[in-house]
């Protein structure tokens, strides 16, 4: 009798690359289930379940065949991936789907079990068949990380192999300290240098997000960092690429600095909330008129409800840097329309009409229902809450499979129009800042 395998297909992959797995040797016309664990920052850990029927050949194929029940139903053949739930064995609840830092792969251990199980009955007494690591990786073979101390600042270098020149993107997070570096690499594992901006939460800079005020000349260095590099084809433009609290710092950037050429923002406020900003003696007070009418949710904060909105469009008009008019400026904006974390798809309809109205050929603005608001690249789990020292819980909203699947969409178009607006870009000669 042939021994029962699973296989992956690449394995190493990078993680935001699509692999086909199989199960190869059972016995025909079976129920299995697969079990897929992995243990991310602060050993936190995630799993999935999925029962699926071997076929006439004894053959269970992701890519073909349907899951019966277990954490997610249908054809879905990264569905182990996705569908990850924080594990009940966790001591602490609320886990989050991220790796600080992206030179360690992410390493999924893969099991299969005879019959239909579910994770809580999956202990030492259930008695796996076979099992498989499937290693993913943030950053592609040649891949170089650098951190980066520079007269105040504070980032994550990362360079494709090669000598370059690379088109260059800075990313931004919201309100998790520090800073996400699975993005960053992943970037320069698709051929740009990608710099990780911290604003916050790492040592040198301010440690709780209360006692952050966006100063907009820390963002201004960076960016004279990456213009600068020798590695860095500064003459196509920088992009931005943000997210949450993120995007507000962007649109200033993109308002006040030369030499950005197209931006990326998601599930983010167009005004700074909660934090100042200021630059070269301008002040942007905190957008902070609360909604009287404003509920929690269980304990669980739900800032999509938490502000009293501008009602008409002149007074929204009055909060928003005049990103709008950059016509040199590609804009691409992203919204959950399950974000519970912000009021995404308000600020996208403001957007809107403001690029038609000042920038109409330079823009496109991508709308996912049941999507909610932790973007995170393709195939990471989705989590509804998170926690954060400065508010507590918070609520974040989205669909497991909906969102999932926006993630993966988004991620594709955020690469097409990254490779449109900078590897694309007419060069304009311009000399070194």
Not at 169 to 186: Q, V
Request: aromatic share 10%.
């Amino acid at each position: 009798m042939i021994a029962a395998v699973i296989t992956a297909q690449p394995n190493p992959s990078l993680y935001d690359e699509a692999i086909t797995m199989r199960a190869s040797g059972l016995k025909p016309k079976s129920l299995y289930t697969f079990h897929s664990h992995v243990t991310m920052d602060r050993n936190e850990a995630f799993e999935c379940e999925a029962h699926y029927e071997s076929d006439a050949k004894g053959i269970i194929d992701l890519e073909k065949h349907t899951s019966l029940g277990g954490s997610y139903t249908g054809t879905e053949p990264m569905g182990l991936f996705w569908a990850m739930k924080p594990s009940t064995k966790n001591k602490h609840p609320f886990a989050i789907p991220e790796r600080k830092r992206a030179d360690p792969p992410l390493d999924v251990t893969v099991s299969l079990y005879v019959g239909a199980r579910t994770s809580s009955f999956l202990n030492e007494s259930s008695k796996e068949i076979c099992s498989l690591l499937v290693r993913r990786r943030f950053m592609a073979p040649g891949v170089t990380r650098t951190v980066v101390r520079d007269n105040g600042l504070h980032a994550f270098l990362f360079l494709p192999p090669g000598p370059g020149p690379f088109p260059g993107i800075i990313t931004i997070d919201g309100l998790m300290p520090g800073t996400n570096e699975d993005k960053p690499a992943l970037l320069a594992s698709r051929g740009y240098a990608a710099l990780g901006l911290p604003f916050y939460g790492i040592e040198g800079l301010p440690q709780d997000y209360k006692d952050t005020c966006f100063k907009l000349e820390y963002f201004e260095s960076a960016l004279r960092y990456l213009q600068n590099h020798e590695k860095v084809d500064a003459e196509r433009g920088i992009g931005l690429v943000t997210l949450c609290f993120g995007v507000p710092v962007a649109l200033a950037m993109a308002t006040f600095l030369s030499g950005i050429s197209c931006m990326i923002g998601i599930n983010g406020p167009l005004w700074v909330l909660h934090n100042p900003m200021s630059y070269k003696g301008i002040n942007w007070s905190p957008y902070m008129t609360l909604n009287a009418q404003h509920s929690e949710g269980n304990g669980v904060q739900l800032h999509r409800t938490l502000y009293n909105f501008p009602h008409t469009h002149n007074e929204a008009k009055v909060w928003t840097v005049e990103f709008y008019k950059k016509r040199d400026i590609a804009f691409m904006f992203v919204a959950g329309l399950d974000d519970d974390g912000q009021a995404s798809e308000y600020y996208v309809n403001v957007v809107e009409r403001l690029l038609k109205e000042s920038n109409p050929s330079n823009f496109e603005i991508d709308r996912y229902p049941g999507a909610g608001h932790l973007f995170k690249q393709p195939y990471m789990p989705h989590i509804s809450v998170m926690y954060n020292r400065s508010y507590g819980e918070l609520g974040l909203g989205g669909v497991t499979g909906s969102h999932c699947r926006a993630q993966e969409d988004s991620w594709k178009k955020q690469l097409d129009f990254l490779h449109k607006h900078l590897k694309l870009r007419r060069i304009k000669p311009t000399a070194k800042l």
